[in-house]
């Protein structure tokens, strides 16, 4: 590992310490400005000592400094208040802690109503509510500091009891008059005055005094910010690490030393733009960049919700559209309309749709992949069905809307504008193709392509089979009839006619007296396995049945499509829950968008219907609002994304929350100008990567000592920030550089089954007669297909995935976690996928160079970190495979725990060349080189 990947890492550590100790207990004050008020009462460990070792001045110095760089830290968060007033700093912790027992029900608990100062004068069951400059006279302070509010929820902080008791000693002060009117809900103007409800600007691109380092307009938006810091970016990445990390960030993909020795013979910027250009274009974009869509789409292969989690056969086709669009470059506002609505853009839904029209259908997929257990026998159908609305909208809002919406299923947002009554609003948007009352479970939606033709041909062919079954159930029952009137004649004459009434009468309608017959000549029961009685003619008879299924062989396929569907133009009413049960509905509700969208003049109302229309067109004109240049969070959350893959942070660090408990942006400006930019030039996303890549800020190097020092976080992009290969990479890499990969694309997923070790890996699972599993079957090449395309079982995620922090998608996932871990480097120590991949890329670097070793180390340093090794790197190398080499004898070579599986069947016996080869690929595998990207 080199010095600076080093340096990096233990910065990583320790700021990521540093955040989770700190950030939970600075999020909320900071939010609300009140930071010194909360600092005295800390016991963080770093502030006591400098009060222990240098008294009351250092302390307060340290306070002071810790108030202005956690400031520096979050731009655009308010300075600390010089006094508390109700709706900027009172309300908020009210609506969190108090308004669902005394603000949102029709009669407020106890007679005390918070939404309002004026409201808190009355004298509530208990007493004086609030006596405005007397704390000790105001029964809500007591019952604050007592803990006895509120009452069985959380407490609050001692800081947030010490905000109200200030705020009521200086007299309740508000910002401004309140109205004689209390409505049920009510967007206050510090909620209208939040960035993210804000209309998307257009900043002009600040001027900046070195113009030669600024590439893109990306680039004056960072220096401006790094200026007034007194940083600057960092040195440009070396050649050899910027094709590395874009190839890696385009495609998913290490480059071929090939394609580094073409791009290092011109490192001009025409030449980066054309290696730029060429990774768009590759097939491998697509997959790479899909895979990020499907994560917040929260695509599975699987049903989820239940133990069963039964598979779903025709998912993929969802898959592969995402797949297809990433590579078109399919506008994004397109991208979007079709997910939610590609149904209502249909004039209708046949078999015979193609091309576009199948696409579009197919795209409708978004909408069903959060959990469904629902055809699996839930023990709660009905909640199960409500439950599936619930994550779908929690995948449609965190993915476009980057909001908690679901957080208003059961009661008003705590945090962020959004009443509960909008949250039924938005779900009646979706009804029509979620009616819950006439549900469908996910194998009676799906929807079958097969032309009229070949159904006519696999109705006769159907027809043929049939002859078949009737001729063999047939044969059947005459041999069994054969044989129970042979039996027959066992039985006393005079109860033959009793026994054979009772045999014939269905079992369900049997009297005590036939089943106590039938019991005391069980030779006449149901169960009379034909085969035990008669082989020879159980032998007929399954011969004939062959003959049937032969027959149904030929039938044409009968591809199917997992979408959603309007089966008609009925309305279907929409009703708020009560606290989110559906056994409490409460009043009737119309659809409609967020109503805090529509600050900057966005339509939030939506029609029930539209006449004329073969659906409702609901889920159409909610695209049509959601891509509307006066949205302002559509725009702003995708570029974000984007921003967060290619640099491992977001300008929004919470890509899926953009509300008051999510991040502020680190320059709000620059998102801004992201988010317009993109909508004005077509919303297409390969101009935004060209924008992105191409900028010096993508381009500078990891390693900026005073950025590091003064911003430990990289907050202000003063260096590139180091990046772990995340799941699918880690593997497709493994089988690129060892030649393994197979790059077939699109179609059913690969499948995954159950080894030895109880690790869930790829390949087809083997049982035994009692359908256990047995084993795992190896699939061919197919097993070495991109992870992309390995099944997503929501029970049984691929232990080499998510030993990387592959995605758990429950309903989606918002933001992948980064972790680091022992099993990472005990998967790189022992796992069998490892260690047969560290043997194929041995065997590949002595099939290319065979007898020279310095070539074959030279090779692998070209293939895994796109770079030659320097001099003492193969001194060491060929020193450590010669010790290795002189340790081993051909027959220990092939002990059990080895890697053999790369080996087919009669290949010659692994020699010690190899296995000593293949150990020191292991060991480059399993580095920090090979997983970091710099």
Same mark, same amino acid.
């Given at each position: 590992?080199?010095?600076?990947?080093?340096?990096?890492?233990?910065?990583?550590?320790?700021?990521?310490?540093?955040?989770?100790?700190?950030?939970?207990?600075?999020?909320?004050?900071?939010?609300?400005?009140?930071?010194?008020?909360?600092?005295?009462?800390?016991?963080?460990?770093?502030?006591?000592?400098?009060?222990?070792?240098?008294?009351?001045?250092?302390?307060?110095?340290?306070?002071?400094?810790?108030?202005?760089?956690?400031?520096?830290?979050?731009?655009?968060?308010?300075?600390?208040?010089?006094?508390?007033?109700?709706?900027?700093?009172?309300?908020?912790?009210?609506?969190?802690?108090?308004?669902?027992?005394?603000?949102?029900?029709?009669?407020?608990?106890?007679?005390?109503?918070?939404?309002?100062?004026?409201?808190?004068?009355?004298?509530?069951?208990?007493?004086?509510?609030?006596?405005?400059?007397?704390?000790?006279?105001?029964?809500?302070?007591?019952?604050?500091?007592?803990?006895?509010?509120?009452?069985?929820?959380?407490?609050?902080?001692?800081?947030?009891?010490?905000?109200?008791?200030?705020?009521?000693?200086?007299?309740?002060?508000?910002?401004?008059?309140?109205?004689?009117?209390?409505?049920?809900?009510?967007?206050?103007?510090?909620?209208?005055?939040?960035?993210?409800?804000?209309?998307?600007?257009?900043?002009?691109?600040?001027?900046?005094?070195?113009?030669?380092?600024?590439?893109?307009?990306?680039?004056?938006?960072?220096?401006?910010?790094?200026?007034?810091?007194?940083?600057?970016?960092?040195?440009?990445?070396?050649?050899?690490?910027?094709?590395?990390?874009?190839?890696?960030?385009?495609?998913?993909?290490?480059?071929?030393?090939?394609?580094?020795?073409?791009?290092?013979?011109?490192?001009?910027?025409?030449?980066?733009?054309?290696?730029?250009?060429?990774?768009?274009?590759?097939?491998?974009?697509?997959?790479?960049?899909?895979?990020?869509?499907?994560?917040?789409?929260?695509?599975?292969?699987?049903?989820?919700?239940?133990?069963?989690?039964?598979?779903?056969?025709?998912?993929?086709?969802?898959?592969?559209?995402?797949?297809?669009?990433?590579?078109?470059?399919?506008?994004?506002?397109?991208?979007?309309?079709?997910?939610?609505?590609?149904?209502?853009?249909?004039?209708?839904?046949?078999?015979?749709?193609?091309?576009?029209?199948?696409?579009?259908?197919?795209?409708?997929?978004?909408?069903?992949?959060?959990?469904?257990?629902?055809?699996?026998?839930?023990?709660?159908?009905?909640?199960?069905?409500?439950?599936?609305?619930?994550?779908?909208?929690?995948?449609?809002?965190?993915?476009?809307?980057?909001?908690?919406?679901?957080?208003?299923?059961?009661?008003?947002?705590?945090?962020?504008?959004?009443?509960?009554?909008?949250?039924?609003?938005?779900?009646?948007?979706?009804?029509?193709?979620?009616?819950?009352?006439?549900?469908?479970?996910?194998?009676?939606?799906?929807?079958?392509?097969?032309?009229?033709?070949?159904?006519?041909?696999?109705?006769?062919?159907?027809?043929?089979?049939?002859?078949?079954?009737?001729?063999?159930?047939?044969?059947?029952?005459?041999?069994?009839?054969?044989?129970?009137?042979?039996?027959?004649?066992?039985? /006393? #004459?005079?109860?033959?006619?009793?026994?054979? $009434?009772? !045999? @014939?009468?269905?079992? =369900?309608? &049997?009297?005590?007296?036939?089943?106590?017959?039938?019991?005391?000549?069980?030779?006449?029961?149901?169960?009379?396995?034909?085969?035990?009685?008669?082989?020879?003619?159980?032998?007929?008879?399954?011969?004939?049945?062959?003959?049937?299924?032969?027959?149904?062989?030929?039938?044409?396929?009968?591809?199917?499509?997992?979408?959603?569907?309007?089966?008609?133009?009925?309305?279907?009413?929409?009703?708020?829950?009560?606290?989110?049960?559906?056994?409490?509905?409460?009043?009737?509700?119309?659809?409609?968008?967020?109503?805090?969208?529509?600050?900057?003049?966005?339509?939030?109302?939506? /029609? #029930?219907?539209?006449?004329?229309?073969?659906? $409702?067109? !609901? @889920?159409?004109?909610? =695209?049509? &609002?959601?891509?509307?240049?006066?949205?302002?969070?559509?725009?702003?959350?995708?570029?974000?994304?984007?921003?967060?893959?290619?640099?491992?942070?977001?300008?929004?660090?919470?890509?899926?929350?953009?509300?008051?408990?999510?991040?502020?942006?680190?320059?709000?400006?620059?998102?801004?100008?992201?988010?317009?930019?993109?909508?004005?030039?077509?919303?297409?996303?390969?101009?935004?990567?060209?924008?992105?890549?191409?900028?010096?800020?993508?381009?500078?190097?990891?390693?900026?000592?005073?950025?590091?020092?003064?911003?430990?976080?990289?907050?202000?992009?003063?260096?590139?920030?180091?990046?772990?290969?995340?799941?699918?990479?880690?593997?497709?890499?493994?089988?690129?550089?060892?030649? &393994?990969?197979?790059?077939?694309?699109?179609?059913?997923?690969?499948?995954?089954?159950?080894?030895?070790?109880?690790?869930?890996?790829?390949?087809?699972?083997?049982?035994?007669?009692?359908?256990?599993?047995?084993?795992?079957?190896?699939?061919?090449?197919?097993?070495?297909?991109?992870?992309?395309?390995?099944?997503?079982?929501?029970?049984?995620?691929?232990?080499?995935?998510?030993?990387?922090?592959?995605?758990?998608?429950?309903?989606?996932?918002?933001?992948?976690?980064?972790?680091?871990?022992?099993?990472?480097?005990?998967?790189?120590?022992?796992?069998?996928?490892?260690?047969?991949?560290?043997?194929?890329?041995?065997?590949?670097?002595?099939?290319?160079?065979?007898?020279?070793?310095?070539?074959?180390?030279?090779?692998?340093?070209?293939?895994?970190?796109?770079?030659?090794?320097?001099?003492?790197?193969?001194?060491?190398?060929?020193?450590?495979?010669?010790?290795?080499?002189?340790?081993?004898?051909?027959?220990?070579?092939?002990?059990?725990?080895?890697?053999?599986?790369?080996?087919?069947?009669?290949?010659?016996?692994?020699?010690?060349?190899?296995?000593?080869?293949?150990?020191?690929?292991?060991?480059?595998?399993?580095?920090?080189?090979?997983?970091?990207?710099?």
């Amino acid at each position: 590992m080199t010095s600076e990947v080093g340096t990096d890492l233990r910065a990583v550590r320790r700021c990521s310490s540093f955040a989770r100790q700190f950030n939970p207990c600075l999020r909320w004050p900071r939010d609300h400005g009140w930071i010194p008020i909360m600092i005295p009462a800390l016991s963080w460990s770093p502030v006591r000592r400098l009060g222990e070792g240098l008294g009351l001045l250092g302390l307060l110095v340290g306070i002071s400094l810790l108030a202005i760089s956690a400031a520096a830290a979050t731009p655009g968060h308010p300075k600390p208040p010089e006094r508390p007033l109700f709706e900027r700093d009172i309300r908020p912790i009210f609506k969190a802690h108090c308004f669902q027992c005394h603000g949102e029900e029709e009669k407020p608990k106890g007679g005390v109503d918070l939404r309002q100062r004026r409201l808190l004068l009355n004298r509530s069951e208990s007493g004086q509510v609030m006596v405005p400059g007397k704390p000790t006279q105001s029964h809500l302070l007591s019952v604050l500091k007592s803990g006895e509010m509120p009452k069985g929820g959380k407490p609050l902080l001692p800081e947030q009891v010490m905000l109200i008791e200030r705020w009521i000693a200086q007299g309740a002060p508000t910002l401004r008059p309140e109205p004689l009117e209390v409505p049920r809900w009510v967007i206050t103007e510090e909620e209208r005055g939040f960035w993210a409800f804000k209309p998307v600007g257009h900043p002009e691109p600040p001027q900046v005094r070195s113009p030669k380092t600024v590439r893109t307009p990306i680039d004056a938006f960072l220096l401006a910010r790094l200026k007034k810091e007194g940083l600057g970016l960092a040195k440009p990445a070396r050649p050899e690490q910027l094709i590395r990390r874009v190839t890696f960030d385009l495609t998913g993909l290490p480059p071929t030393p090939e394609e580094v020795a073409t791009f290092l013979k011109d490192t001009s910027d025409a030449g980066y733009e054309r290696l730029v250009d060429r990774l768009l274009e590759s097939p491998a974009y697509g997959e790479r960049w899909g895979r990020h869509w499907l994560d917040v789409a929260g695509y599975a292969d699987s049903n989820g919700g239940v133990e069963a989690d039964s598979e779903r056969p025709w998912a993929w086709r969802y898959r592969d559209y995402v797949i297809r669009s990433f590579n078109e470059d399919r506008p994004f506002d397109e991208f979007i309309t079709e997910q939610l609505a590609g149904d209502e853009l249909l004039p209708t839904i046949s078999a015979d749709l193609t091309g576009r029209d199948l696409d579009r259908l197919v795209a409708t997929g978004f909408l069903r992949m959060a959990p469904d257990p629902t055809g699996d026998g839930p023990p709660e159908p009905e909640l199960a069905r409500n439950q599936v609305i619930a994550d779908t909208l929690q995948i449609v809002s965190s993915s476009l809307l980057g909001l908690t919406v679901q957080c208003a299923q059961c009661h008003d947002h705590r945090y962020d504008p959004i009443p509960q009554v909008d949250y039924y609003r938005l779900r009646a948007v979706f009804e029509p193709g979620f009616d819950w009352k006439h549900w469908k479970n996910p194998a009676q939606r799906l929807i079958s392509l097969m032309s009229s033709s070949d159904r006519s041909i696999a109705n006769c062919v159907e027809q043929a089979a049939k002859v078949h079954d009737t001729e063999a159930t047939r044969l059947h029952d005459e041999l069994i009839e054969k044989f129970v009137q042979k039996q027959l004649l066992l039985v /006393p #004459e005079a109860r033959r006619d009793a026994v054979m $009434s009772a !045999r @014939r009468t269905p079992a =369900a309608k &049997r009297s005590p007296e036939q089943l106590q017959l039938l019991r005391e000549f069980p030779m006449f029961q149901d169960h009379i396995i034909l085969g035990e009685i008669d082989r020879e003619g159980a032998n007929k008879v399954e011969e004939i049945r062959k003959r049937a299924t032969a027959d149904r062989a030929l039938k044409p396929s009968d591809p199917m499509v997992q979408a959603l569907v309007e089966t008609s133009a009925e309305s279907v009413t929409t009703v708020r829950f009560h606290r989110g049960d559906p056994q409490q509905p409460r009043e009737v509700l119309k659809p409609g968008l967020l109503s805090v969208m529509g600050l900057g003049g966005l339509d939030t109302e939506i /029609p #029930e219907s539209i006449p004329g229309r073969r659906t $409702s067109g !609901r @889920r159409l004109e909610l =695209a049509r &609002r959601l891509t509307d240049r006066n949205n302002p969070l559509t725009a702003r959350v995708w570029v974000n994304r984007l921003w967060y893959q290619h640099f491992g942070m977001g300008l929004v660090a919470t890509p899926g929350d953009f509300g008051v408990l999510g991040e502020r942006p680190s320059h709000p400006e620059l998102l801004d100008w992201l988010a317009a930019d993109f909508m004005d030039h077509g919303w297409k996303n390969k101009r935004l990567h060209r924008l992105i890549v191409t900028s010096d800020a993508y381009r500078q190097s990891s390693v900026n000592s005073a950025a590091q020092r003064k911003d430990p976080d990289n907050r202000l992009l003063g260096r590139f920030r180091l990046r772990r290969l995340d799941a699918e990479s880690v593997r497709d890499s493994l089988l690129a550089v060892s030649g &393994r990969l197979d790059t077939s694309r699109f179609g059913p997923p690969v499948p995954i089954a159950v080894n030895a070790q109880g690790q869930f890996v790829v390949g087809r699972q083997k049982r035994d007669g009692n359908g256990d599993a047995v084993g795992v079957e190896v699939g061919g090449t197919a097993d070495f297909r991109r992870s992309l395309y390995v099944m997503v079982r929501r029970t049984m995620p691929v232990g080499v995935l998510e030993t990387f922090d592959a995605p758990v998608v429950n309903p989606n996932c918002e933001a992948r976690p980064v972790s680091t871990a022992a099993p990472q480097s005990l998967m790189f120590l022992n796992d069998g996928f490892v260690l047969d991949r560290s043997l194929d890329l041995a065997q590949r670097l002595r099939r290319e160079y065979p007898g020279d070793e310095p070539a074959q180390i030279d090779r692998l340093w070209h293939l895994l970190f796109a770079q030659p090794p320097k001099s003492a790197d193969v001194v060491r190398s060929l020193r450590f495979i010669k010790e290795l080499r002189s340790s081993l004898t051909p027959s220990e070579s092939k002990v059990p725990g080895k890697p053999v599986a790369a080996s087919p069947p009669g290949a010659p016996e692994i020699l010690p060349e190899e296995r000593s080869l293949a150990a020191l690929c292991q060991v480059l595998l399993g580095s920090n080189r090979f997983l970091y990207l710099d």
